[in-house]
Nanobody
Framework: QVQLVESGGGLVQAGGSLTLSCSAS????????VAWFRRTPEKERDFVGY????????YYGDFVKGRFIFSRDNAKSTVHLRMYDLKPEDTGVYTC??????????????????WGQGTQVTVSS
């Protein structure tokens, strides 16, 4: 088990950018696959992106359309979600999850057993 901590949320105008980070409090993300999910007014659970243990395999939710980049810095045991061209509909609480299994069902929230508290992203029009 690892406790995750998100940072980097905030208020940004439409078309702007934000970078979210997820790190392990008192531990390391090495050996964990990591995913981001979000909760928006429209969707309770929305898959944002997935990054495998080595950072070589990435998947994104359909709505991303090339606007987000998910990367990891294993030396700092941190993952980053760089978000560009943000839209008002991207407003929500973004939460990172981690799991030891690097296999299937990466877009299913219940497949992760380590979570952070979430960080608020607000995009104004």
């Amino acid at each position: 088990q690892v406790q995750l901590v998100e940072s980097g949320g905030g208020l940004v105008q439409a078309g702007g950018s934000l970078t979210l980070s997820c790190s392990a409090s008192g531990g390391t993300l090495s050996g964990y696959a990591v995913a981001w999910f979000r909760r928006t007014p429209e969707k309770e659970r929305d898959f944002v992106g997935y990054l495998d243990k080595n950072g070589g395999r990435r998947y994104y939710g359909d709505f991303v359309k090339g606007r987000f980049i998910f990367s990891r810095d294993n030396a700092k045991s941190t993952v980053h979600l760089r978000m560009y061209d943000l839209k008002p509909e991207d407003t929500g609480v973004y939460t990172c999850g981690a799991r030891l299994d690097d296999g299937y069902y990466y877009n299913i929230q219940s497949m992760y057993d380590n979570w952070g508290q979430g960080t608020q992203v607000t995009v104004s029009s």
